[in-house]
């Protein structure tokens, strides 16, 4: 069993910053990926920033020089800094963390960014 908490979401206003974590616990030796998707709304849930166990880090495009994640291989964490947040960037943030080829996700951390 794989088991995800999510922290850090919450109210911000425009301009402002959060900093989303995930740690993930259970039976994960093996995990090769951990990242963030978000879905706002009406919309598809999509990739906002993913980094693999050798450090290397895929950014959605909008959310790019804004946004920084980082991992904690150790402690099997991964965050997202999250910068000038637009109202845009307003959605339920997930976790994923892929273990041995399977997807795990957390229950997800609202974000919401006022004007």
């Known amino acids: 069993q794989v088991q995800l908490v999510e922290s850090g979401g919450g109210l911000v206003q425009a301009g402002g910053s959060l900093r989303l974590s995930c740690a993930a616990s259970?039976?994960?030796?093996?995990?090769?990926?951990m990242g963030w998707y978000r879905q706002a709304p009406g919309k598809q849930r999509e990739l906002v920033a993913s980094i693999t166990r050798g450090g290397s880090s895929t950014y959605a495009d909008s959310v790019k020089g804004r946004v920084t994640i980082s991992r904690d291989n150790a402690k099997s964490t991964v965050h997202l800094q999250m910068n000038s947040l637009k109202v845009e960037d307003t959605a339920v943030y997930y976790c994923n963390v892929n273990v041995l080829g399977r997807s795990h996700w957390g229950q997800g951390t609202q974000v919401t960014v006022s004007s």
């Open positions: 259970g039976s994960i030796f093996g995990i090769t990926a």
